[in-house]
């Protein structure tokens, strides 16, 4: 067995963005493990930041899919998580809750790799007006940063897994 067959390398490099989804619903227990992985992610000296919304209802599907310009993949996508931030607490200009939520969002899309579904990362935080639209959808309070959205479910598309080195953006001890 090499390195590449390891099931948890395989998921790593499998997990493409895909836009393309069945109606299959996420059973419940999916669901839960997803969310499991996404709190499993590390958080920068403890804070644990990150708060999830998880959306199944059509019709916020839907009203999410008009809000984000790149988003029309959730009217398709039977489930979506939105990794929020809660700010209070942390000091002027300290933005780590942004790594931590990236750490969570990344978690959730190598979970969903391996327990046969797809996603794609939808990028909120700092997109004007997106965010401005996308805020009063999921109806977050102003403490609240929404940084990103996984549209999630069974792939309706199927792309290559990763493979291979880009050599001159590899650099030894210095660049």
Not at 42 to 60: L, N, T, Y
Not at 98 to 109: F, P, Q, S, T
Request: neutral net charge; aromatic residues 4%; charged residues 30%.
């Amino acid at each position: 067995m090499t390195p590449r067959d390891n099931q948890t390398i395989a998921a790593i490099l499998g997990r493409r963005s895909i836009r393309k989804f069945t109606s299959d619903p996420v059973p419940g227990d999916i669901k839960r493990i997803l969310l499991e992985c996404a709190f499993a992610a590390p958080s920068a000296h403890g804070r644990r930041p990150c708060e999830f919304i998880v959306i199944e209802d059509r019709a916020v599907l839907d009203d999410l899919a008009e809000a984000h310009d790149s988003g029309k993949m959730l009217r398709q996508s039977p489930l979506a998580i939105a990794v929020c931030a809660q700010k209070e607490g942390y000091p002027e200009g300290d933005r780590a809750w942004v790594e931590d939520c990236a750490a969570a969002m990344e978690n959730i899309l190598i979970a969903a790799r391996a327990l046969g579904l797809e996603g794609v990362w939808l990028k909120v935080m700092d997109r004007h007006p997106r965010n401005e639209k996308i805020r009063p959808v999921l109806a977050v309070p102003p403490s609240v940063e929404v940084v990103a959205i996984a549209a999630l479910g069974k792939g309706a598309e199927e792309k290559t897994p990763h493979e291979g080195l880009d050599e001159k953006k590899i650099h030894s001890n210095r660049w």
